[in-house]
């Protein structure tokens, strides 16, 4: 936990509750008004807050559940559930949108809040994150497996902000007839955009609970960050940051700049070779014994192709470097063969904020293996150097490892 609990007083005078607030190592941002689930302010939502707050927003999570219990904080046990269960069927919705209406009050009013204002909300909260659209004049909403949204279509057109909303395919709480409900309602409507995850459950967001599903939580993570990008910043310019780390690599082979431009947890992955780092630690002791000094004198990287999305890049490369010393990352436990290696690179870099969070990095092993000597192509459905020349130059021959082209020459089209 990195935030703080501060003051909100009820619009109907009476009395206050609390709201846990996260704010941005840079001191302030865009605001997001984060909406609970049944089990109040527990450690999910504040990891949650935390995890906005690093992407560069003032988070508040205010507690819903006070005019009942204040400070409600339960676990994901049976035990729990029930209790947790017991709130949401005595929750006053109507109260409920006049402490979120004065929740947005004080996040507005806050030192640490610059700019517009968004909600985000997960399970009862997805279901406020749709109310805070149509009532709190939120520039932005995001709402994950919301229960009961079909519920109150008829206030769908006082939504007139940005809005993505997660599903999870197998939720008995918000089943397909709900799903479909709520989508036929909002067909034509480019600026709300809904998601459905194949094979998921319920809660689909929550590490720890059976039905999490990580790849699914990374993805509509992803989404709900274009969403709010585009609609309340802030913006950073991830290219420049790419670039930033790529020099510290390569050029300078600075570790201690290199990763200076990475969150405080991050982690590489290079997929053919399994190599890298996670966590801090892990990492620097990656670059600094086995990568970023282990790289041959000429390494060079022919920029191909960039896609910069809202929260991560895709840079397609060419590789190059001559075989001159034992590379860790790349090539580990083989001795230099002296061979000049070009082969196409695809690196899928993740930003949190301002920093790099992960890398994914991608190449064909068999291309780099046949072109140093140690894979034998013949009889083979894989490539050398042509890989990166054709790459370059789309006009080389295609299909020249396919035995079967000639038989379709002349054949109909």
Partial sequence: MTGTYIDIPASDGSGGFKGYLATPEVGSGPGILLLQEIFGINWHIRDVADYYAQEGYTVLAPDLFWRMESGVELGYSEEEFQKAFGFFQQFDIAKAI?????????????DTCKGKIGAVGFCLGGKLSYLAAAHCGVDAAVCYYGV???EDLNMKDQITCPMVMHFAE?????PAEAREKVSEAFSGRSEIQIYTYPDTD??????????????????????????????????????????????????ARDVDATMATMVASPYVNHIPTLTGGVGHDQLKRFYKYHF???????????????????D????????????????????????????????????IVCFCGDKLYNEHIYWDQASVLVQIGKLDPTGLPVAGADSAKKLQDESLSSNEL????????????
């Fill in 98 to 110: 006049e402490d979120m209406q004065a929740a947005t009050t004080i996040l507005q009013a806050h």
């Fill in 402 to 413: 396919m035995g079967t082209w000639s038989s379709s020459d002349g054949k109909p089209i």
């Fill in 170 to 174: 197998l939720d008995q709480f918000v």
């Fill in 202 to 251: 319920h809660a689909f967001n929550t590490p720890g609970r059976d039905s999490y599903h990580k790849p699914s939580a990374m993805m509509a993570h992803s989404r709900s960050m274009a969403c709010f990008r585009r609609a309340l910043g802030p913006h950073f310019n991830l290219s420049e940051l790419w670039d930033a780390h790529c020099y510290h690599e390569f050029a």
């Fill in 292 to 310: 970023v000094n282990n790289n041959p004198e000429d390494t060079k990287l022919i920029p191909i192709s960039r896609t910069v999305g809202a």
């Fill in 312 to 347: 991560r890049i895709v840079d397609e490369m060419v590789f190059c470097f001559t075989h001159t010393c034992e590379i860790d990352w790349m090539l580990p436990g083989i001795e230099p063969t002296g061979r000049y290696v070009e082969v196409p690179l695809v690196a």
């Fill in 148 to 150: 009961g949204i079909e």
